[in-house]
């Protein structure tokens, strides 16, 4: 998703090629998602397994898909671009996938189910409501006012309700979230709610001007046995700080400026990273180099979200 926001600055016409193959494969497993395997199934990684890596893939697919075809959209900004581009047969086929994928009946009605590996903040017990507002912030990116759909109304109705019976049992992480998609798909928060986790959010900014997912991840401990890390980190100040903008707040918020300036000052210039840190394990103790690499991977995405919005306003 924050990819294609950096097409401007690199002078670039269209998805690199990178890009491209993720697109090529999401798109593929859609068209095919009958047939396909999920990537995990009960039989190799246990019960319910199928049934998550479903769930997830589907709100995650037309997560994507949607987000390009707004991306593709000439001009404007990110909501003009929303109501400008065009929907492809792919994006309405993966949001026919996620919607038969969605939760009709239980405690977790309107949600999906969702990929549960005992890791914060995307894998955990509590992380299908992270899931949920994911597909809401699809809906509202899909172009074509896809949200006023007559067909997706019960759908999107328990995914609303979903969200507000939750809410309250939700991580600040999970909450900032929902405060992006709240700005995607307009209902979701009440403007006094709003408001309040607004000012919840710049109430945990630190003195260096970032802020830091530990403070947000309720008390979740490390499976190493390892403290977690306190310091100011990418991934919180980058989602953060592009959640507010989203929200509307003031470009000219002196918080908000403080914090784009540590984004600004804390990219790794060797190798164009932002650092944040696993809540599950220290560097020390992970599976292999590459899950090491998920929360850059994810700080610099959510950095790049954030200092692009601030450029196009």
């Given amino acids: 998703m924050s990819r294609p926001a950096l097409r401007g600055a690199l002078g670039e016409q269209g998805p690199s090629a990178n890009e491209r193959k993720l697109l090529d494969n999401v798109t593929k497993r859609v068209r095919l998602w009958k047939e396909v395997a999920p990537f995990y199934s009960d039989a190799d990684r246990g019960v319910y397994k199928t049934a998550e890596s479903r769930g997830t893939e589907s709100v995650l697919n037309a997560l994507i898909l949607a987000s390009n075809d707004a991306s593709n959209a000439a001009g404007g900004n990110a909501n003009a671009r929303s109501r400008n581009g065009h929907l492809s047969e792919a994006t309405r086929a993966a949001f026919e996938n996620m919607w038969a994928e ?109 802020w830091s997912l530990t403070s947000m991840s309720g008390d979740w401990k490390r499976h190493d046995g390892t403290p977690q890390e306190a310091q100011s980190d990418g991934y919180a100040t980058g989602l953060i700080a592009f959640a507010l903008q989203q929200a509307g707040i003031s470009q000219e918020n002196v918080q908000l400026k403080k914090g784009r300036a540590w984004l600004a000052t804390n990219q790794n210039r060797t190798e164009g990273f932002w650092l944040a840190y696993s809540l599950n394990n220290n560097e020390e103790h992970h599976i292999s180099p590459d899950t090491a690499r998920f929360m850059k991977d994810a700080a610099t995405a959510y950095a790049v979200l954030a200092l692009s919005e601030s450029k196009s306003r």
């Fill in 102 to 210: 969605q939760q009709t009946a239980g405690a977790q009605k309107g949600a999906w189910p969702w990929l549960r590996f005992k890791n914060e903040p995307w894998e955990a017990d509590d992380s299908g409501y992270y899931g949920a507002a994911l597909a809401a912030i699809a809906v509202g990116t899909a172009p074509e006012n896809y949200r006023a759909r007559a067909g997706i109304q019960d759908n999107l109705k328990m995914l609303r309700e979903y969200l507000n019976r939750e809410y309250a049992a939700q991580t600040l992480s999970n909450r900032a979230v929902l405060l992006w998609a709240s700005a995607k798909l307009p209902g979701l928060l009440e403007t006094k709610q709003q408001k309040a986790l607004i000012r919840e959010l710049l109430s945990k900014q630190q003195a260096d001007g970032g």
